[in-house]
């Protein structure tokens, strides 16, 4: 009697848990959930969606692939690392091609791997990042005469000189990791939000997708904690993919909300220097006194944004209000606030009592030498040096004689390297 598409996902997890533990434990957290919405395998962290009739006629190598697959999205972080503007199908697709190529380069041989993708696909996501792969696809992406004109949808055909657009029905999709409801725009139980559809174009056309679900705070805490036991279970049997471990030790890694950097950083460039003094002959005899002896020229901060659009004005706004708040209470004597893309073409300083509110800024590219260089050659010498970018910019040639830190919007700079200075994430919604 053949198995039902339930039980046989059953039977590969089980299998898991006894081949790739690292997978098998981790997959008996997600309760199966059967969708017609989903042309294969998806996730959104709580429930294993899939297609009956896809699970049906794939091999039991191809659903445990299925099921790896899935736990490494979450595993990556897919759902929160989306760029910010990031075409979430085109994403998703970034994602599921470095997936893909790391499990087939640890030895997996389900025959969905070929077929689904092949050697071409494999040679570009392999040793990058997802980040990196969905800026080629974007770059790459043909669209359709009627995205072409701008005309919104549906107020024009999908379609281009191959034929109509097809939805949910690209090649890079069918392996895993595609959107509940994708394809239709119709609410599901692994979407999000208002269910609304986002419109896209992806390399093979116009496609209809919703926005993916994000999970809670208390749900990532939790898969953080499964993911690190379970690495250490399969460690322990000597089971655990190698590709992992760098993985597994990024989890590990303290997070430092910005603001207690910016804060400590400050802190040391404004509080002064100490030093002993003696009493004075009308407080008499005793011993020497500690206090603090402020610099006679005092040096401020300078908060320098990066304005080339990556960083919306709400999120501009946000940093510079929370930031010149820390600097303020750990004694900044000034503040001054300096706009740049290629070049700086705006600064205006703020004190206790002046502040600009509103101001305009300008989208081009981005660098960061015309801006250290002004700042450097200013009559009044910074202390600290804050800088919101994200980070694919022009370094400065020279390290200035102050403290650097560069502040990079989640989604931008992970990756980049920063010559000098302190690099952090700024997450806003970090309290």
Same mark, same amino acid.
């Given at each position: 009697?053949?198995?039902?598409?339930?039980?046989?996902?059953?039977?590969?997890?089980?299998?898991?848990?006894?081949?790739?533990?690292?997978?098998?434990?981790?997959?008996?957290?997600?309760?199966?959930?059967?969708?017609?919405?989903?042309?294969?395998?998806?996730?959104?962290?709580?429930?294993?969606?899939?297609?009956?009739?896809?699970?049906?006629?794939?091999?039991?190598?191809?659903?445990?692939?299925?099921?790896?697959?899935?736990?490494?999205?979450?595993?990556?972080?897919?759902?929160?690392?989306?760029?910010?503007?990031?075409?979430?199908?085109?994403?998703?697709?970034?994602?599921?091609?470095?997936?893909?190529?790391?499990?087939?380069?640890?030895?997996?041989?389900?025959?969905?791997?070929?077929?689904?993708?092949?050697?071409?696909?494999?040679?570009?996501?392999?040793?990058?990042?997802?980040?990196?792969?969905?800026?080629?696809?974007?770059?790459?992406?043909?669209?359709?005469?009627? $995205? !072409?004109? *701008?005309?919104? /949808?549906? &107020?024009?055909?999908? %379609?281009?000189?191959? #034929?109509? $657009? !097809?939805? *949910?029905?690209? /090649?890079? &999709?069918?392996?895993? %990791?595609?959107?509940? #409801?994708?394809?239709?725009?119709?609410?599901? /139980?692994? &979407?999000?939000?208002? %269910?609304?559809?986002?419109?896209?174009?992806?390399?093979?056309?116009?496609?209809?997708?919703?926005?993916?679900?994000?999970?809670?705070?208390?749900?990532?805490?939790?898969?953080?904690?499964?993911?690190?036991?379970?690495?250490?279970?399969?460690?322990?049997?000597?089971?655990?993919?190698?590709?992992?471990?760098?993985?597994?030790?990024?989890?590990?890694?303290?997070?430092?909300?910005?603001?207690?950097?910016?804060?400590?950083?400050?802190?040391?460039?404004?509080?002064?220097?100490?030093?002993?003094?003696?009493?004075?002959?009308?407080?008499?005899?005793?011993?020497?006194?500690?206090?603090?002896?402020?610099?006679?020229?005092?040096?401020?901060?300078?908060?320098?944004?990066?304005?080339?659009?990556?960083?919306?004005?709400?999120?501009?706004?946000?940093?510079?209000?929370?930031?010149?708040?820390?600097?303020?209470?750990?004694?900044?004597?000034?503040?001054?606030?300096?706009?740049?893309?290629?070049?700086?073409?705006?600064?205006?300083?703020?004190?206790?009592?002046?502040?600009?509110?509103?101001?305009?800024?300008?989208?081009?590219?981005?660098?960061?030498?015309?801006?250290?260089?002004?700042?450097?050659?200013?009559?009044?010498?910074?202390?600290?040096?804050?800088?919101?970018?994200?980070?694919?910019?022009?370094?400065?040639?020279?390290?200035?004689?102050?403290?650097?830190?560069?502040?990079?919007?989640?989604?931008?700079?992970?990756?980049?390297?920063?010559?000098?200075?302190?690099?952090?994430?700024?997450?806003?919604?970090?309290?």
């Amino acid at each position: 009697m053949a198995l039902s598409p339930e039980d046989r996902l059953i039977k590969a997890r089980v299998a898991l848990i006894k081949d790739k533990p690292f997978y098998g434990r981790l997959a008996m957290r997600l309760h199966l959930c059967q969708s017609n919405q989903v042309p294969t395998t998806a996730t959104d962290g709580e429930y294993l969606y899939y297609s009956p009739e896809f699970i049906e006629k794939i091999t039991e190598n191809d659903i445990e692939f299925c099921v790896e697959h899935e736990i490494m999205h979450i595993v990556q972080n897919a759902f929160d690392r989306r760029p910010m503007g990031a075409d979430p199908m085109i994403w998703n697709l970034a994602c599921d091609y470095v997936i893909d190529t790391l499990i087939k380069d640890s030895g997996c041989t389900a025959p969905i791997l070929d077929e689904y993708r092949g050697k071409k696909i494999y040679d570009m996501a392999r040793d990058k990042t997802s980040e990196q792969i969905y800026k080629l696809l974007r770059e790459n992406q043909p669209k359709c005469p009627g $995205c !072409e004109a *701008g005309t919104p /949808p549906p &107020q024009h055909k999908h %379609g281009n000189e191959n #034929g109509p $657009c !097809e939805q *949910g029905n690209d /090649p890079g &999709q069918g392996s895993g %990791g595609s959107t509940p #409801g994708q394809g239709d725009g119709k609410d599901s /139980p692994g &979407q999000g939000g208002s %269910g609304m559809p986002a419109h896209t174009c992806n390399p093979k056309g116009c496609v209809t997708g919703p926005m993916s679900k994000k999970m809670t705070e208390q749900q990532k805490s939790q898969w953080k904690q499964a993911i690190v036991g379970a690495a250490e279970y399969a460690r322990g049997k000597g089971k655990l993919p190698g590709y992992l471990s760098d993985m597994i030790g990024k989890l590990l890694e303290p997070t430092v909300n910005w603001k207690e950097i910016v804060r400590y950083s400050a802190a040391k460039a404004f509080r002064g220097r100490y030093t002993w003094t003696r009493p004075s002959r009308r407080q008499g005899k005793g011993f020497p006194l500690r206090r603090i002896a402020r610099d006679p020229n005092p040096k401020g901060a300078v908060i320098m944004l990066d304005t080339s659009g990556s960083i919306s004005d709400k999120e501009l706004i946000q940093f510079v209000s929370e930031s010149v708040e820390i600097l303020r209470v750990c004694k900044a004597p000034w503040v001054d606030i300096m706009l740049h893309d290629t070049d700086c073409y705006k600064v205006w300083r703020i004190t206790k009592t002046s502040a600009e509110d509103k101001w305009e800024v300008r989208r081009g590219g981005t660098s960061h030498v015309d801006v250290f260089k002004k700042c450097l050659e200013a009559n009044d010498k910074p202390g600290l040096i804050v800088a919101f970018t994200d980070l694919a910019t022009d370094f400065p040639p020279d390290m200035p004689p102050c403290e650097v830190i560069w502040a990079h919007p989640k989604g931008y700079g992970e990756n980049a390297t920063i010559p000098w200075g302190i690099k952090v994430l700024v997450n806003m919604e970090d309290n």
